[in-house]
């Protein structure tokens, strides 16, 4: 049985199937999921998770191409696949830790959280753990130590306040100019809801101030 999998899937075939894949989650973390993480917010509210959406990507491609390896010589590659989980276990029990804090403990960017001895603002979700930051300190603590210690929310979204400089160099009236920044900002995702931009009109420049969930995207105003 092994021999007529084996010569029904061959090297250059797995080669072709690897490049479809790794050009598959190419197109999806490079292009698809900065424009899902835009359309995640509506006023600074998160609509879904897109951590676990993420994850569950990463999962899928991951499994194609091991099931893919294995199938060139299920004896032998099911024995590397055996070792190479046992020595990326941690990690990967960090992955699903991580998964399962994320949705339990609805885990996102912006929140202030204390863990064991360590209280702060979360600033990102990483794969294997997460950082909180406390001033100009950031500390990176993986899922599994975050389980173990236990977190708990001590604040929701800290917003994120952020002053842009707006120049222009062409006839446009200075009012004409802040009505066009105004659009701008109304249709930006991560604008938090109850909050007001507010505005210093100069001479050819005007100075916002606004508060944001997410900073990561502010170059799109341009």
């Known amino acids: 049985m092994f021999e007529s999998i084996n010569n029904s899937f061959s090297w250059a075939g797995f080669a072709v199937i690897l490049i479809a894949i790794l050009a598959t989650g190419f197109v999806y973390f490079r292009l698809v999921n900065p424009r899902l993480s835009r359309l995640n917010y509506q006023g600074g509210q998160e609509r879904y998770n897109l951590h676990l959406v993420d994850r569950l990507v990463a999962v899928l491609l991951g499994l194609a191409i091991l099931i893919c390896f294995i199938l060139i010589n299920p004896a032998w590659h099911s024995l590397i696949v055996l070792f190479l989980l046992l ?108 909050t007001k931009p507010s505005y210093l009109v100069g001479e050819k420049e005007i100075k916002v101030s606004v508060a944001l969930t997410n900073s990561d995207y502010i170059s799109s105003l341009s």
Not at 88 to 93: K, S
Not at 100 to 129: F, P
Not at 131 to 157: I, W
């Open 87 to 194: 020595i990326f276990y941690e990690t990967l029990l960090n992955f699903a830790t991580g998964s399962t804090l994320i949705v339990e403990a609805k885990l996102r960017e912006g929140l202030e959280v204390e863990i064991g001895e360590s209280q702060g603002v979360l600033k990102s979700l990483k794969w294997t753990g997460l950082t909180v930051s406390e001033g100009s300190k950031s500390e990176f603590l993986p899922y599994r130590k975050v389980f173990r210690d236990g977190v708990s929310v001590v604040q929701g979204n800290i917003p994120q306040i952020v002053t842009l400089r707006c120049r222009w160099n062409n006839e446009m009236e200075t009012q004409q100019a802040q009505t066009l920044l105004q659009g701008k900002l109304f249709s930006f995702p991560f604008v938090i809801n109850g």
